[in-house]
């Protein structure tokens, strides 16, 4: 049985929720890994991102979602950090711990394929790398996120588009709060 690694852009994820299902989604991780899984052995589901800044009004809520995502079996969040810039906040050091993570797994043969949510472009090399170790690498992310070069790069590409979004809602915003 095929072993998988699945490799997790937060930030290009999150806005690609937000681009096509609104700011108030809530994903269900559990079942969004069991799908990108597809019947595979999941070795670990690896989430990078960068905390908000505590003046930001969306970090406690960010904070409860990473803290929750350490409490999910087999997942592993990697932080990197945000940098202030003129014009706002920065994301530094979250793409060098993914290819480093992709790099470091496929060196010690620890997965078979690995499983990249990103639209980076800047990743198709480290994808032809681990290729050429013998390892395959399945690109998914939204098509407007989507870099050409790295989902033509990866063995395989599919559009998280046409992933059923309805089923993986997180079932806690499903129900309506009592008044």
């Given at each position: 049985?095929e072993?998988?690694?699945?490799?997790?852009?937060?930030s290009n994820?999150?806005?690609?929720?937000?681009?096509?299902?609104?700011?108030?989604?809530?994903?269900n991780?559990?079942?969004?890994?069991?799908?990108?899984?597809?019947?595979?052995?999941?070795?670990?589901?690896?989430?990078?991102?960068?905390?908000?800044?505590?003046?930001d009004?969306?970090?406690?809520?960010h904070?409860?979602?990473?803290n929750?995502?350490?409490?999910?079996?087999?997942?592993?969040?990697?932080?990197?950090?945000l940098?202030?810039?003129?014009?706002?906040?920065?994301?530094?050091?979250?793409?060098i711990?993914?290819?480093?993570?992709?790099?470091?797994?496929?060196?010690?043969?620890?997965?078979?394929?690995?499983?990249?949510?990103?639209?980076?472009?800047?990743?198709?090399?480290?994808?032809?790398?681990?290729?050429d170790?013998?390892?395959?690498?399945?690109?998914?992310?939204?098509?407007?996120l989507?870099?050409?070069?790295?989902?033509?790069?990866a063995?395989?590409?599919?559009?998280?588009?046409?992933?059923?979004?309805?089923?993986l809602?997180?079932?806690?915003?499903?129900?309506?709060?009592?008044?």
């Amino acid at each position: 049985m095929e072993r998988v690694a699945i490799f997790i852009d937060g930030s290009n994820l999150y806005k690609g929720l937000v681009q096509h299902l609104g700011s108030d989604y809530r994903l269900n991780f559990v079942e969004f890994i069991t799908l990108l899984t597809a019947g595979r052995r999941l070795l670990r589901a690896y989430y990078y991102n960068a905390p908000l800044p505590p003046e930001d009004p969306a970090a406690k809520a960010h904070q409860s979602f990473l803290n929750y995502l350490k409490r999910v079996p087999y997942v592993a969040v990697r932080l990197g950090r945000l940098e202030r810039r003129a014009d706002g906040f920065v994301e530094k050091g979250v793409d060098i711990q993914i290819a480093i993570d992709i790099l470091r797994l496929a060196y010690a043969d620890a997965y078979d394929v690995a499983v990249l949510v990103s639209g980076d472009g800047d990743f198709a090399e480290v994808v032809r790398v681990v290729q050429d170790m013998g390892k395959q690498v399945e690109n998914t992310t939204f098509h407007a996120l989507s870099s050409h070069r790295l989902a033509q790069q990866a063995d395989r590409f599919y559009p998280l588009d046409d992933f059923p979004w309805d089923r993986l809602r997180a079932q806690a915003l499903l129900q309506a709060p009592e008044e």
